[in-house]
């Protein structure tokens, strides 16, 4: 049983645009629903009129359209499928995808949207193997967009070669396959940087400030949301504990190099700042080991960047969930709650410290915090923790 139920397929304007009206009867025998989008160009090659009798949906054409409108705008349509095939997808729409442009209804819908999108290109040989098509397909698989063929055999324009349309099974294979591998990794497309463990920052060559945090909880998240398919990176201040397999790992020392790691891997769809960053740095050289001279001595300290607050309030490239942790040894839910606000968060995980238990500790006990609500959570294991905020992000993302 497949839980694909509402495609949105795109048809633009190509010879194979005839392939696409065998599709919508394939895709509707697994009892797929399918909008279409006739692109001007596809309505060339296919009437509207066997495209909405296959699909028993009204196709959809022109961006200004009131009654298209009125229908189903294009952000709802772009949001109200499961997953968008293109099929065939000319040059031009690639290109289109790759640079972001939305001059038609189709191109618009495919900003807009937060689905998977699969292409299926039909176009001349020549046309695939030009470096323009080839530069804008991979901008479009590093953005994360899939692709289906094309394949090899001889053109409607009587060349052979690279070019043709995958054959109907082929492309429903590949998008079945897809939801089964989403419901075995439902953060499949999604992509996740967590901060983990403490930072140190130097007073010396020799000597440093640092923390208890042991790493453990930022480690476990990054583990769990890479086993339920996300790209995962993990920045990891110095640790005594194994490092999970699986994440890409960067290791930092400092909360400024811990800031330029993250910073350098924005767009994420997910952040999770779960490290102990040091508040505070030496403000003086620190190539000059410290002499004692049987005086007391003072360091002289600055702020450090606060790197939570500089994702969750930045206006490009934010990821859309941005959560942060909060350990407060008083008042946790009022603390909490200003540090989601004045970070400009998603969610906190507040936790109480106060006993001083839980850095380092393979338990942790839970106040889950978002803009409307705050739940608590029993206490559990680490990984438990990480279970849990898993399966939050994951509805969050697919209801
Ligand atoms: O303000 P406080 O340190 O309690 O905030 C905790 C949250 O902020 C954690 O999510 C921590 O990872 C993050 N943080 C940060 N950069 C800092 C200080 C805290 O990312 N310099």
Redesign the pocket.
């Known amino acids: 049983m497949n839980k694909l139920k509402n495609i949105l397929l795109i048809i633009t304007g190509g010879i194979a645009a005839y392939k696409s009206l065998e599709l919508i009867r394939r895709l509707k025998d697994q009892n797929i629903n399918v909008t279409c989008i006739l692109t001007k160009s596809g309505s060339e090659f296919i009437t509207p009129l066997s495209v909405s009798s296959l699909s028993g949906n009204h196709v959809y054409s022109d961006l200004f359209n009131l009654t298209d409108e009125n229908k189903m705008g294009h952000i709802e349509l772009s949001r109200a499928a499961d997953l968008i095939l293109i099929a065939p997808a000319t040059t031009n729409i690639i290109s289109k995808m790759a640079y972001g442009s939305c001059d038609d209804l189709a191109s618009t819908v495919l900003m807009a949207t937060n689905k998977p999108v699969y292409i299926v290109p039909a176009m001349n040989v020549r046309m695939w193997h030009n470096p323009a098509t080839q530069r804008n397909i991979q901008t479009l698989v590093e953005d994360g967009v899939k692709f289906i063929g094309p394949d090899k055999g001889d053109m409607a324009c009587g060349e052979y070669g690279l070019g043709r349309m995958s054959e109907t099974q082929e492309i429903i294979d590949t998008i079945l396959e897809h939801e089964t591998s989403l419901l075995k990794q439902p953060l499949k497309m999604f992509s996740a940087l967590v901060?983990a463990g403490p930072t140190r920052e130097l007073i010396d060559p020799v000597r440093y400030i640092s923390n208890k945090s042991s790493g453990k909880q930022g480690y476990a998240i990054a583990e769990s949301l890479h086993h339920m398919g996300a790209r995962t990176t993990l920045i990891t201040g110095p640790t005594n504990i194994p490092l999970p397999i699986g994440p890409t790992i960067i290791k930092v020392n400092t909360?400024e190099e811990m800031l330029n790691a993250t910073e350098a891997l924005l767009p994420v769809d997910i952040a999770i700042?779960?490290?102990?960053?040091s508040?505070y740095k030496a403000n003086h050289g620190i190539n000059e080991k410290i002499k004692k001279n049987g005086e007391n001595i003072t360091i002289d300290l600055t702020e450090?960047?606060?790197?939570?607050k500089r994702i969750g309030k930045r206006n490009s490239s934010r990821p859309s969930l941005v959560i942060?942790?909060?350990?407060e040894t008083s008042d946790l839910l009022k603390n909490a709650n200003y540090?989601l606000t004045a970070?400009g968060c998603d969610w906190i995980l507040a936790n109480d410290v106060s006993d001083g238990k839980i850095f380092g500790d393979d338990n942790n006990k839970i106040e889950f915090i978002t803009k409307h609500s705050s739940h608590s959570w029993e206490k559990m294991s680490k990984e438990k923790v990480a279970e849990k905020l898993s399966k939050n992000i994951i509805n969050y993302f697919t209801s």
């Open positions: 901060t909360a700042c779960a490290a102990a960053v508040d450090n960047p606060d790197i939570l942060g942790f909060a350990a540090k970070k």
